[in-house]
């Protein structure tokens, strides 16, 4: 098939490379020039995984037009806070009604409290045909084919097992779901529990403190998940539980690299700057709350990476607050 991956960032690049594995044509759709001339020249994205050489199948333009043209099926890879710009991008270079698309961006959009796949729906319509892809997946090993797991998420289980046979392989296992907004928030979410994870072991907390964030970090995750009407057996899953780990642990992980940071005193803007990505979950940490009020779900730790992050509180005081909340029954 021709398959046009939206974003050539280390995601982008990855599921690029897992694509043309399976003998698709790839075009990669970068924002800049001398990222696809990397690509096309050099087979080597230059600013992401470029120690990776890519697959003779893989080319790229700046083009978004000429990338989607003709294109069979689209992979979008953009950052929380491009989903709209980048659905209504495809939109005005004229996607085809029934192109298959799955989005494989995690975040929630603060205005309205929408997740990717909602916002493509709202742009482009026809959500029988939208799919989103989530799963304990660092795309530094993925794009060299270290074995995986992920799951893709449709209201059309159809279009979850045309994912399934398009990424799936033997080092990649695609798992499907139905349940799509539980696979969106626990994509949001773990980015968040990652933050606060970073953010203690930065203070020379330990793996006690850091299971504890991410077991409680699960709770609040499967609280919203159900409130929004999603399955909680959802977050015991890959999107879930196996995402959780991963972000929480992996020496990959940007989340919780930058909630150490964090701990030094780092503000996002600088992190970012200096690293040349998106830190997803600071970013989830302040959007995700119109869904916590409107559903008026309690999110405590949630609570305490926005207060770090975006008011500037101070660490040790925040750190108290969790640990001064009072004692009550593990489930209810």
Not at 117 to 133: C, E, H, K, T
Request: net charge negative.
């Amino acid at each position: 098939m021709n398959v046009a991956v939206i974003g050539a960032g280390s995601w982008g690049t990855a599921l690029a490379q897992v694509a043309a594995r399976n003998e698709h044509d790839v075009k990669l759709w970068a924002r800049r020039g001398d990222v696809a001339r990397g690509v096309n020249e050099a087979h080597r994205n230059p600013d992401y995984l470029s120690d990776a050489e890519l697959s003779q199948r893989v080319t790229a333009s700046v083009d978004l037009a000429e990338v989607i043209r003709g294109a069979d099926a689209v992979v979008s890879v953009t950052p929380s806070k491009f989903v709209r710009g980048t659905a209504e991008g495809l939109r005005d270079a004229g996607i085809g009604e029934d192109v298959p698309v799955v989005i494989c961006t995690k975040g929630v959009e603060g205005e309205t409290g929408m997740v990717p796949v909602q916002i493509f729906d709202d742009a482009i319509g026809n959500s029988y045909r939208l799919a989103a892809l989530s799963g304990p997946n660092h795309a530094e090993e993925i794009v060299h084919g270290v074995p995986a797991g992920t799951v893709v998420a449709s209201e059309l289980p159809d279009t979850a097992r045309f994912f399934q046979d398009l990424l799936g392989q033997p080092s990649f296992r695609v798992y499907t779901s139905d349940d799509v907004i539980g696979v969106e928030l626990c994509a949001a979410f773990k980015n968040i529990i990652a933050i606060a994870v970073g953010a203690a072991y930065g203070l020379g907390y330990g793996d006690n403190t850091a299971a504890m964030l991410m077991t409680r970090g699960q709770a609040e995750m499967s609280r919203l998940v159900a409130a929004a009407g999603g399955n909680a057996m959802t977050c015991m899953g890959l999107a879930g539980t196996g995402d959780l780990i991963a972000t929480c642990m992996s020496r990959h992980s940007r989340n919780r690299m930058f909630g150490e940071a964090l701990a030094k005193g780092v503000t996002v803007e600088e992190y970012e700057a200096v690293r040349h990505m998106v830190v997803e979950g600071a970013e989830a940490a302040r959007t995700i709350g119109t869904l916590a009020t409107r559903y008026d779900v309690e999110l405590p730790i949630t609570d305490v990476v926005r207060g770090l992050v975006w008011e500037h509180l101070p660490l040790e005081g925040v750190a108290n607050l969790l640990s001064s909340r009072s004692q009550k029954p593990e489930f209810y």
